[in-house]
């Protein structure tokens, strides 16, 4: 496969999880990929590995106003963007009781405002070459109702409202957008869930009552995010790919 061959396809939260394997995904189908997440060793060992072109950046997206000057950096470095796929992400257990304006706010800073920021960054200055494929990393969370995670469905509830609208704005330069929205999928999110639940036996059990499917792999992730960057989703923007094992049906029936 060379789908993405000269393509340079920026992806952010890459050092672990989803990220990570979107990443070699898309290397192995000829993209130059460029990385950015906090973790400098992950970074470099996830490039190592990759090979080729692969290249980081260290940064902390919650560092709201120094992403003009990573945009501005990588695009000196390496050109125009092809891509970008936006995987950083937190949750955290937040009850109501806990639910004050800080913590709501640092779930948003991570989830939602540097994604907004990125966007806004690449193509303020036309960092990107037309024919630009955007694709956010949202959950079945913005589309479901879960106790104690207001924090989380909200913020990606607003990646999906904001990927509907820039979707719009952002057409007739080029730029198309969409974002995939996985149910549980097998990375470190998925050992907190286990941890909470004890053991992977009740973690399993507990998940399958809604995701019948059965844990997501990142695998099959990086799939649906490497279609919806290839040419093969021209026709394709403004839209969230559910891929969710079921939970969102089976929620709603
Ligand atoms: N796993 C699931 O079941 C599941 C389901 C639906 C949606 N998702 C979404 O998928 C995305 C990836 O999650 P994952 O499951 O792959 O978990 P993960 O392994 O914890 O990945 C999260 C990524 O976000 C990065 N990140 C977090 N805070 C950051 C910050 N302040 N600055 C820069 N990077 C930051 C992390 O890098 P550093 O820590 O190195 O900075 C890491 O690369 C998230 O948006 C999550 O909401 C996951």
């Not at 479901?144 to 509907?164: L, N, P, Q, W």
Request: aromatic share 8%.
């Amino acid at each position: 496969m060379i789908e993405f061959e000269g393509k340079k396809i920026l992806v952010v939260g890459a050092s672990s999880g989803i990220g990570a394997e979107v990443s070699s995904k898309l290397a192995g189908q000829g993209a130059e990929v460029i990385l950015v997440a906090r973790r400098e060793e992950l970074l470099s060992q996830i490039c190592s590995s990759i090979g080729g072109s692969a290249c980081y950046y260290t940064a902390d997206v919650s560092e709201y106003k120094d992403i003009e000057l990573l945009i501005e950096r990588i695009v000196s470095e390496h050109g125009k963007l092809d891509g970008m796929v936006y995987s950083a992400g937190i949750v955290e257990d937040l009850p109501l009781r806990f639910l004050d304006h800080d913590k709501l706010l640092r779930t948003f800073e991570i989830n939602y405002f540097s994604f907004v920021e990125f966007i806004r960054q690449i193509t303020k200055k036309k960092n990107y070459n037309s024919g630009m494929r955007i694709v956010a990393i949202s959950s079945v969370s913005s589309l479901i109702g879960e106790k104690a995670h207001t924090s989380y469905c909200a913020s990606k509830a607003a990646m999906d409202a904001t990927v509907r609208c820039l979707a719009k704005e952002l057409w007739d330069k080029g730029i198309a957008l969409n974002s995939v929205q996985p149910g549980m999928i097998r990375t470190r999110l998925y050992d907190e869930f286990v941890e909470r639940m004890g053991d992977y036996g009740s973690a399993n059990e507990a998940l399958k009552k809604n995701q019948y499917a059965g844990i997501g792999e990142t695998e099959d992730v990086a799939n649906a995010v490497a279609f919806l960057l290839s040419g093969e989703a021209r026709y394709i923007t403004g839209t969230g790919l559910l891929m969710d094992g079921g939970t969102f049906t089976a929620s709603s029936s």
